[in-house]
């Protein structure tokens, strides 16, 4: 596609409930990654994965986030038994592999947990 | 572990003036690379500009300009020319050429607001 795609746009959960969100990374990127934006925060880096294989997990915050990357493409975070303090917004960003490469964002999931 | 700090929670500029957006850094290596970020309120990043920590000279784009100084790993953004569109967050980040990952750390970001 033209740019990263995430959905949904917006997610309202009740505390206790799982949620997933998509990510659709640019056509031939092989490098995605997940990051956290809570509110008034900078962004903190929650997992990469290079083409299907996730060998940076360190960023996840406890064992309820899990993620997996499928065909080297589209990419679902899954967060089970959402808590409060798991609001935010979710960003995923791609790019060609290398140091030199730009990291493409999308515009975001952001979730609610009330 | 290396860290971002940007001390300017908030900065205000009128219109067509300049402003510079301060960002300090804490890494032991020598090669990484350096960046600023936008951050529209539609909150998709969008990528300003990029210093490799071993070019001398100071990255350019249009009205935007770093100030790098690698002794005091300091990393500021000028904007010339201030336009009402450049009002966003901005975000310094920081790669590491020895993470396997190159990920990103960023800073906290700093708002800012653009006077007509």
């Known amino acids: 596609g033209a740019g990263v795609s995430q959905s949904p746009s917006n997610k309202v959960t009740e505390k206790g409930k799982d949620v997933e969100l998509r990510c659709d990374p640019i056509?031939?990127?092989?490098?995605l990654y997940w990051y956290r934006q809570s509110l008034g925060q900078g962004l903190e880096f929650l997992i990469y994965?290079?083409?299907?294989?996730?060998?940076?997990k360190s960023g996840l915050p406890s064992d309820r986030f899990s993620a997996e990357r499928t065909g080297g493409s589209v990419s679902t975070l899954t967060i089970q038994r959402t808590q409060q303090e798991d609001s935010a917004v979710y960003l995923c960003?791609?790019?060609?592999?290398?140091?030199?490469?730009?990291?493409?964002f999308g515009e975001g999931s952001r979730l609610t947990v009330l | 572990a290396q860290t971002v700090t940007q001390s300017q929670p908030e900065m205000s500029v009128q219109e067509a003036e300049t402003v510079t957006l301060s960002c300090t850094y804490d890494?032991?290596?020598?090669?990484?690379?350096l960046f600023w970020y936008k951050q529209p309120p539609s909150r998709q990043m969008i990528l300003v500009i990029r210093?490799?920590?071993?070019?001398?000279q100071n990255a350019t784009e249009n009205r935007f300009s770093v100030n790098f100084q690698k002794a005091a790993k300091s990393f500021s953004l000028k904007i010339s020319d201030s336009q009402l569109g450049d009002a966003a967050m901005y975000f310094c980040?920081?790669?590491?050429?020895?993470?396997?990952?190159?990920?990103?750390?960023f800073g906290s970001g700093t708002r800012l607001l653009v006077r007509p």
């Open positions: 960003a791609s790019s060609l592999e290398g140091a030199t490469g730009e990291l493409f």
């Open positions: 056509s031939g990127h092989t490098a």
């Open positions: 994965f290079q083409g299907n294989s996730a060998p940076d």
């Open positions: 890494t032991s290596e020598s090669d990484y690379y």
């Open positions: 210093q490799e920590a071993y070019k001398q």
């Open positions: 980040a920081y790669r590491r050429l020895m993470d396997s990952s190159y990920k990103l750390i």
